[in-house]
């Protein structure tokens, strides 16, 4: 590729499990001597691709990652957590180098893992601009031209003198993504900076890195929010276990991704042996049901739990099954109560299917974790907090917001004026 | 493939065999501004919340000196070459606390930097560089309360002080000072990245390093020949406490043992660098 920026060859990178920091010295020496003999470092796996992600004291958070981007690309990385994305990111950002492999890029690279990274609690607003630009690379020249915009930008002009430990959370990150805003490298590299901040702040954020994007240069985002990453990016690879499983048009992507993501975790079953819950009662299995063809959910979509009980000893209707909602953040979104809905009723020994029905554009898009819950004569039995996940996704999109709405929900509120 | 590579130039090159020999100047010298920063960054910090600020920074070898006179001086009554307890000492002390500062500060500069650096790339050289000439600051301080207090005595008629030419060799044992504490202290913090007990151990390993230097004595005290003599003289240090008193007392001058001392910084300091460089490259994953 003639106008290729970066380029990733063969990535890999090994991790240690477990206490890092005691390393044993003769382990050292072994693969210092087997080095210096020409040989391979006895740690290592013998060649050929790794073939488990977990090898012994080590794990493989890549396992051969290549790939190119061009210029003006914007690639977005998505994959769950442990696919070996922020390891990606750390590598191309040059924190930490890979175990085998090379990666080349052109020009001046920056990358945005953290906002506000080497702030100095002590220093006002203005000397930590020029601290933090510095750090990234910045020369003072360059932050005297862009210090007006960068003050402006992050919108805090009345405390700039004022020392950033009296600073709220907000106003840090800010100031943060101020700075790195007007670093003007060829590479930008953002993890996940976005989720903080508020509603007005991510769309002044999203707006720049657009501003960048269309001024050629080359982003590579990381984002969970779907919505995003399919906002912004031309591009998307899918990271699986340290490995690229898909790599393409970001609709395509992230259409395969929550698929395979809601299909491996909608649904869970336990045999009657195995049924998790009390001697009285146990649980056979949770399902959420999609009322698409491709198994998804969209915001616009009902989303039916089917819940299948295993009773064994109750007779009575003493017996309340209660469905919980969290998002993935670990929010408690909404529960809901079997009996405050349809009222006691007393149970049969055995089998018996119970299906609540979550209304459509009430759950934001994103990922929720469904729990479920036995209670007897009001009081808590069992809970299994995260029985199933269900990734919620937007759908077809209207409206002109393209971030992620805020909110552990998002039902729809009728307006009048 | 290889041609590709050959057709385009690449800025960056992440891979994991980074020569240790390597050191990036060009990448260094872009940082200055950073180096300056941190540097401002370290002065400001240490003497924000104290009532006397710099003024401590004369204080501690002052204090430390009085308390080496009464000690070794007037109790022990160890020889001090008929020179006034005071001045003897401080020309020892200053430098000496010049030495074990820069070792321990650099030593701690990977570690207090660790949330820094494991979330944004910099050089990780211009860390303990910024911590070294922060720690020269206080020195040149230091040293200039040395020349204020021996003028005093000169000018009360206490003690007639004089400085000759070996003065110009100052600039050669700073120098040759700062290259042995820093190769030693970035030795010490990449090692202390794997081996916390490193960081412990030093503190005694220092104070050790005195009592084997002629700090508190001359080292005209030891009879030449002796095992004592010689355990001393394998300390690099020794020379350049010696040469801080022969130029600033006007005493003569041991050519032969600075000159091993240089070959030990030089040994140090390419120890340091290649251990340092080996251990940057994964120190993100051990912290």
């Known amino acids: ?417 | 493939m290889d041609q590709e590579r050959r057709r385009i130039q690449w800025d960056v090159v992440v891979q994991p065999h980074q020569p240790w020999w390597r050191v990036d100047f060009g990448e260094l010298f872009h940082f200055r501004d950073l180096l300056w920063l941190l540097v401002r960054r370290d002065l400001l910090a240490v003497y924000k919340q104290t009532v006397l600020g710099p003024l401590w920074q004369v204080l501690q070898p002052l204090l430390t000196s009085l308390m080496f006179a009464v000690i070794f001086g007037l109790m022990a009554r160890m020889s001090v070459q008929g020179i006034p307890p005071m001045l003897f000492y401080l020309a020892a002390v200053v430098p000496w606390t010049f030495f074990a500062n820069i070792i321990n500060r650099t030593s701690q500069t990977l570690v207090w930097n660790a949330a820094l650096m494991s979330k944004v790339y910099f050089p990780r050289l211009v860390a303990p560089i910024a911590t070294t000439l922060s720690t020269m600051v206080s020195f040149f301080i230091q040293l200039a309360s040395f020349l204020l207090i021996a003028l005093i005595y000169r000018l009360s008629g206490a003690y007639a002080w004089t400085m000759d030419a070996t003065v110009l060799m100052l600039p050669v044992l700073i120098i040759l000072m700062t290259v042995l504490a820093f190769g030693i202290g970035i030795l010490v913090a990449a090692l202390t990245t794997k081996f916390r007990d490193l960081g412990f151990l030093l503190t005694f390993g220092i104070q050790l390093l005195m009592y084997m230097s002629p700090v508190i004595f001359p080292l005209s005290m030891v009879p030449p020949g002796s095992k004592l003599r010689w355990v001393i003289e394998f300390n690099p240090m020794t020379s350049i406490i010696e040469g801080f008193r022969s130029v600033l007392l006007g005493l003569p001058m041991d050519w032969g043992l600075l000159l091993y001392t240089t070959a030990f910084a030089m040994v140090s300091l390419m120890a340091g660098l290649a251990v340092f460089q080996r251990v940057q490259r994964s120190f993100a994953d051990v912290i």
């Open chain 1, 1 to 417: 590729m003639e106008n290729t920026i970066i380029k990733v060859e063969d990535v890999r990178k090994r991790y240690r499990l477990g206490v890092i920091d005691r390393t044993l010295i003769a382990d050292e020496v072994s693969a210092m001597m087997a080095r210096l003999r020409g040989r391979k470092d006895p740690r290592m796996a013998l060649g050929g691709p790794v073939e488990h992600q977990r090898m012994g004291d080590y794990f493989w958070s890549l396992r051969g990652v290549s790939f190119n981007v061009a210029q003006g690309e914007v690639l977005g990385l998505v994959g769950r957590n442990g696919a070996g994305k922020s390891t990606l990111l750390k590598l191309l950002s040059r924190i930490t180098l890979p175990t085998v492999g090379r990666i080349s890029m052109r020009g001046k690279v920056s990358s945005l893992l953290e906002v506000g990274t080497g702030f100095h609690p002590e220093l006002t607003g203005l000397e930590n601009i020029y601290l933090n630009g510095a750090i990234m690379g910045m020369r003072r020249q360059e932050i005297d031209r862009k210090l007006d915009e960068i003050v402006a930008f992050s919108g805090i002009e009345h405390h700039i003198g004022t020392p950033i430990k009296r600073y709220s959370s907000g106003m840090k990150v800010r100031l943060g993504f101020a700075v790195a805003a007007h670093l003007d490298p060829e590479i930008l590299i953002v993890d996940e900076v976005l989720a903080v901040g508020d509603a007005e702040f991510q769309r002044k954020c999203l707006g720049s890195m657009r501003t960048v994007a269309d001024s050629g240069r080359t982003i590579i985002f990381v984002s969970h929010s779907m919505v995003s990453v399919q906002s912004l990016c031309n591009r998307a690879i899918w990271l699986d276990k340290g490995l690229i499983r898909q790599d393409g048009a970001t609709g395509q992507v992230i259409r395969d991704y929550l698929t395979e993501y809601s299909a491996q975790t909608h649904e869970q079953e336990w045999s009657e042996d195995e049924a998790p819950g009390t001697d009285e009662v146990g649980l056979l299995s949770v399902k959420a049901i999609s009322e698409r063809e491709d198994g998804a959910f969209w915001i616009s979509d009902k989303i039916k739990i089917e819940i299948e009980v295993l009773n064994r000893t109750i007779t009575n209707d003493d017996l309340n099954v209660r469905l919980q909602v969290r998002t993935n953040n670990d929010v408690l979104a909404f529960v809901s109560d079997m009996v405050e809905t349809i009222g006691h009723a007393s149970w049969s020994l055995g089998r018996s299917k119970i299906t609540c029905v979550i209304p459509a554009d009430l759950l934001n898009d994103g990922g929720y974790r469904i729990g479920v819950a036995f209670l007897h004569q009001g009081r808590h039995w069992y809970t299994m907090e995260d029985a199933i996940t269900i990734e919620v996704q937007e759908g077809a999109r209207t409206g002109t917001w393209f971030h992620k709405w805020q909110g552990a929900l998002r039902p729809k509120v009728d307006w009048t004026r």
